[in-house]
Structure formats: structure tokens, C-alpha cells
């Protein structure tokens, strides 16, 4: 998830705050306004034929790989790490 900055009037705001006062008093817990703006532009992007997935092909291919990509590094941290370990400061 990527975090962005949109700008609304007052108008959007308090019926936005209406909406997530009522969706908490339902649900039992807190809806805040960014999961109902999610929700909405999920639904416009769905109208508009656009195919929504939870997970990118990308991204699940980038977390499969994730621990693969990551030993060989890992192992330089730690030789780096016990090298300085060595050095008195």
C-alpha cells in the first residue's frame, strides 16, 4: 500500500466522517475515512473495466523471491558486521 495526499472540500469531508461514524457504529469497530475512499475508488475502477486484484503478479513475484533475494545479502550485513565488531572505538 503507497500513501498519497488528496485534498477535499468540507462538504466531502464531513459526509465522509458521517459515513465512518455510522460504518463503525455497525461494524463494532473504527472505519476511518481513507478505508471507505479505498473502498469507493475500488468500485470506480471496477466500473470503468479495470480488473482489481488484491495482488499484482508483480508484487506476488516479488515476495516469493523475497528470501532468495535476501541470504546473500543477509551474509554480507553479518560479515560486514562482525568486521566491525572487531574495531575498538
Same mark, same amino acid.
Given at each position: 500500500? @503507497?500513501?498519497?495526499?488528496?485534498?477535499?472540500?468540507? #462538504? $466531502?469531508? *464531513?459526509? /465522509? +466522517?458521517?459515513?465512518?461514524? !455510522?460504518?463503525?457504529?455497525? @461494524?463494532?469497530?473504527?472505519?476511518?475515512?481513507?478505508? #471507505? $475512499?479505498? *473502498?469507493? /475508488? +475500488?468500485?470506480?475502477?471496477? !466500473?470503468?473495466?479495470?480488473?482489481?486484484?488484491?495482488?499484482?503478479?508483480?508484487?506476488?513475484?516479488?515476495?516469493?523471491?523475497?528470501?532468495?533475494?535476501?541470504?546473500?545479502?543477509?551474509?554480507?550485513?553479518?560479515?560486514?558486521?562482525?568486521?566491525?565488531?572487531?574495531?575498538?572505538?
Amino acid at each position: 500500500m @503507497e500513501r498519497t495526499t488528496i485534498y477535499l472540500d468540507n #462538504i $466531502i469531508k *464531513e459526509n /465522509l +466522517l458521517d459515513i465512518s461514524l !455510522r460504518e463503525s457504529k455497525k @461494524e463494532g469497530k473504527r472505519v476511518g475515512m481513507a478505508e #471507505i $475512499i479505498r *473502498e469507493a /475508488l +475500488l468500485e470506480y475502477l471496477k !466500473r470503468r473495466g479495470n480488473a482489481v486484484k488484491s495482488e499484482t503478479p508483480k508484487v506476488v513475484r516479488m515476495l516469493a523471491t523475497k528470501g532468495a533475494l535476501n541470504k546473500d545479502f543477509e551474509k554480507r550485513v553479518k560479515d560486514v558486521q562482525k568486521k566491525l565488531n572487531k574495531w575498538k572505538i
